[in-house]
């Protein structure tokens, strides 16, 4: 495969104001993206958006909480453009358009919002690769695929994913359930450093650490380069899951772990072997939060910095620096969220590759 020279032909992160109009269209995304993840950045109140063109645009889940899957009631995806989105008002005859459009929720001051957003496969397809019959939207180039299906109650099972590589991170929910075990948000993957399939997870709505089931009942094997494997957390009898699948692919994705050193003025330095664009980090052997940052939010390596918590629907607040840089990044703290003497796990994603197929290196901020 040759490498992906223009990062934004299938993921970018994308700002906007909003304007309480219903329809609206957002473009500038750079391509016809299948999964966005939206955040109002002022508000504290309104969760986190998630939505994809396999569950469709109507049907949001939150990645802060184990709720079960909303129906448009605060605003809808009507279509997934060639650029963008746009979206509607929902049913929600009080607040029909906190999701992606509210102009001043709450009374907090502003209609700021942040999406970042990933092109799959377009127009999903079924997979018989698994036990279980699956709904797939991949993309082999990006290392992407969106994978649903229906949960049949057989204990050990698998799905198709649709990458024709084996998954190195995998983030799935079951959307009909808001229990606060089964309906959780479950992570896996070998980029969770010493993770091993067999019965360890992470939970992306929670601060806690790696965690072990000893019943090996969420995971229970690790995925091939076809399925990925699951046991019961994934499987309750006629309930719809979702997940999301990410191989990495050079220059554009890469997905690992570090150890924290506890310096303020010279941290860890992570090499991704790109600019990166956006990154979330986060606490694999201690308590902390899923943290996200972008290269649309934060715009120079100085100082304290915006981020977003994944697990909270807390506004956007400043935290100590990060540098992203033409190779990686850089922790310039000692905090221990995410350079303390503990080990983290990261997923990011390119702005540029350090050098493109035409030899031309790119440059830090």
Known sequence: MSQINKSSDYFSTNLWVADDSSPRSFTGFGHQPDFVWVKHRGSASINHTLADSVRGGDKMLASNTTAVEDTKSHGEITSFDSDGITVADGTNATYPRLYFNDLDPFGSGGGNYVGWS???GGTASSNTDGSITSTVSA???SG?????YTGDGSGISSVGHGLNATPKLIIGKNRDSSDATFGRWLV????ISSFNFANDYMVLNSTGAKATDAGGTVWNSAPTSTVVNFANFFNTNTNKYI???FAEKKGFSKFGSYTGNGSATDGTFVYTGFKPAFIIIKGATNPSSWLIQDNKRQTYNDGSIPWIKANTSDAEFNLDNLDMLSNGFKCRTSNNDFNGANTY??????ENPLVGTNNIPTTAR
Request: with cysteine; hydrophobic share 50%.
């Open 118 to 120: 990933w092109k799959a």
């Open 139 to 141: 993309n082999t180039t």
């Open 144 to 148: 992407f695929s969106i994978v649903s």
């Open 188 to 191: 896996g993957g070998s980029a």
């Open 243 to 245: 997940m999301y699948c």
């Open 345 to 350: 796990i990261y997923m990011a994603f390119a």
